[in-house]
């Protein structure tokens, strides 16, 4: 879709202008309702419009104006952020879409009072809201019916100050691209997106600046990847670990921020095999790493002051003749051993050693992991929160703050020896599943805790929240991205200042 800053109304198209709360009328629909001799205020009373916040009303034909109207509910201003207004912008674009019309000249250009932001920055962020909600997975659609054609092609938006909107819009734009290529992996089906496939995405990334390196079976083997390779030895695709780095602080040594990811390209469960009923959500399993991949192109697109180093941990979760059995010991990266008594809690082996290498290799100042790791967190938190696990506080507070700020928030779930005893292993020196005793997202992470050799850390539990079946305003249904607007602002925040 194609996005334009104008510094003042074009003729043509359907023209979309403000009304705030109480049905005050913005400058434009004020003008507009002048030339249309009220019949602007005349329909506002009658449809009982009171410009609440994403409600919308449409006109057909105004007198005097030549395209559609529809006006824009806005409420109070003073109430709006910059996610509240990507909502808007998200609420907007389908309510154009639904009306068929190829083009729209939005002017919101008479919003004041909003905090922190300047117009043109508003703009912007409504811009980015359409833009993040304008992408939809129908690549494999070759008969689209006619009512799924996206037909919205140029939104048109009227600004203060085109400079001053596209130079925020550049940004936004750049987050919006990396939210929208971890969407596109994470929907993509798993006969597609296997481990290689990944980090032929991942090489893709070098065009624009990102250094990649791939280290495949053989070079794992060597290295000693053991809780990794075990993963994958059931399957016919290959195991990866891709390593991204994004250097681009202006102290090139400073110590990287690290981001982990769990990709398991598709997780059967292995020998203890899933049930049949809802297996093809499994496709989604390698979503935390598809979060470091979009994240790492979005810090690319938009050269971010930041050292960055993302790690994706791929394999293919399959039962076969070669697979690993329930019971097997492997030896990991870190020389510890794991009894693998449920070939099923496999994410948490492929990120004990992609965590163990990163800390080893990188000596990040903080690490974090991002995982659909346990059914367990959607029992505690639903699909509204993803859990957090972590051994620092403060790496918790930059978190969660960052979460609100941009709509994807996280809950901080406890750890500690308690917990942790309830994976001590009668054979080696850890098991990979609890007890039994609940707690198994926390459990989960004691696990993984294990493979951070103190570094400060933070662990991401995102099962309910890679995948929405209902519809979230800004991404709708299927694939959310969910992490990429996260940690963008978590390092924009607290790192690139
Ligand atoms: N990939 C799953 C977790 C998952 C479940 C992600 C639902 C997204 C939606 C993970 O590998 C898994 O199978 N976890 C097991 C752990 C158990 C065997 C200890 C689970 O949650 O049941
Ligand atoms: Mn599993
Ligand atoms: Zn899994």
Redesign the pocket.
Known sequence: MKIVFVDKSLKGGLLVSSVYEKAQLGNTTKALDKLSKGFIKTAIDNAEFKGGVEKMLRLPSVPGLSGQLLLLGLGDPKAHTALTLEKVGARLFTCLNALREKKAIIDISDISGVKDLSVAECVAYLASGALIRSWKFDKYKTKREKEDLPVLNELVFVTPSVKESQKAFDKLEAIAGGNRLTRLVVSEPPNVVYPEAMAKYARELKKIGVQVQVLGEKEMKKLGFGALLGVGQGSVRESQLVIMKWMGSAKRADKPIAIVG?G?TF?T?GI?I?PSNGME??K??MAGSGVVLGLMKSLAMRKAKVNVVGVMALAE?MPSGSAQRPSDVVKSLSGQTIEVL?T????RLVLADALWYTQAKFKPQYMIDLA?????V?VALGYEYAGLFSNNDKLCDMLTKAGETVGEPLWRLPMGKAYDKDINSDVADVK???SGRGA?SI??AQFLERFVNKTPWAHLDI??M??DKADKPLTGKGATGYGVRLLNEFLVRNFEK
């Open positions: 769990k398991i997780d469960g203890n899933k959500d499994m989604y399993d979760n449920n099923d809690a496999e994410g659909t790791l346990t059914g367990a959607t990979n599943v609890g198994g459990t989960a099962a309910g890679a995948w």
